[in-house]
């Protein structure tokens, strides 16, 4: 079945250092691939995706490019900030009309230190 | 607009009871996912419902039940609760069925 795999953490940064959580995944055809965010105490936020090989998605800074050959969508950011520190989620979902389920990765937890 | 609302936002239960999570979707969102997160790990999908109709069951036992409404809220029902099934429950809506989830805050559910 489907299945994503992402660096463990915790990852610990300092304020504007350069951001790379590694995300892969395992599916059949061509899946839609999401980033979520989940700050402490609340649900999940859409943070970016990409529904197609080679497309980049890209939001408040992040970044993920859909790479078909190496099947993965890598998040990334230039200089992170202290309001980062958040549990991030790597997910996919099936191709085909009707495509419901979301398939997650067990989250990493990065913390931004000033 | 108000987001997708979750009710209640805590509750602790006693084993073998049963428990009713409520959701109310974004205006205008026809469908409702939910998701199982246990601490430390990503959601895991339970349910989802489209116009009132089941549209896909994640691997969970038959403890586990859902229903929508006309209005397109819904409804997760847990019965015999376990231990085990202390966790996060995510509600998500979306227009149709294919991604662009909006997820609620939760409902944390702790059974003791």
């Known amino acids: 079945g489907d299945s994503v795999t992402q660096m463990e953490g915790p990852v610990t940064l300092s304020e504007e250092a350069f951001l790379t959580i590694n995300c892969t995944y395992t599916?059949?055809?061509?899946?839609?691939l999401f980033w979520y965010v989940q700050y402490p105490g609340e649900g999940l936020q859409l943070l970016l995706k990409?529904?197609?090989?080679?497309d980049k998605g890209s939001n408040k800074g992040f970044e993920a490019t859909y790479r078909k050959e190496t099947t993965s969508f890598h998040l990334e950011k230039g200089s992170v900030q202290v309001s980062d520190s958040a549990v991030y989620f790597c997910?996919?979902?099936?191709?085909?009309?009707?495509?419901?389920?979301?398939?997650f990765g067990k989250g990493t937890k990065l913390s931004v230190i000033p | 607009d108000a987001g997708v609302t979750q009710s209640p936002t805590h509750l602790i239960k006693t084993r073998g009871q049963h428990v009713t999570l409520r959701c109310s979707p974004i205006?205008?969102?026809?469908?409702v996912s939910w998701y199982q997160q246990v601490l430390g790990q990503g959601p895991q999908f339970i349910f989802q419902?489209?116009?009132?109709?089941?549209?896909g069951r994640g691997n969970f036992p038959d403890r586990f039940s859902a229903r929508q409404f006309p209005n397109y809220s819904s409804e997760l029902n847990v019965n015999a609760l376990l231990l085990g099934d202390s966790a996060l429950y995510l509600c998500?809506?979306?227009?149709?069925?294919?991604?662009?989830?909006?997820f609620g805050s939760g409902t944390r559910l702790t059974v003791v």
């Open positions: 997910a996919l979902s099936p191709p085909g009309a009707g495509s419901y389920q979301l398939t």
């Open positions: 419902y489209y116009e009132k109709e089941e549209r």
């Open positions: 599916a059949t055809g061509y899946p839609s």
């Open positions: 998500a809506s979306s227009l149709g069925t294919g991604g662009g989830y909006t």
């Open positions: 205006s205008g969102h026809k469908s």
């Open positions: 990409a529904t197609k090989a080679d």
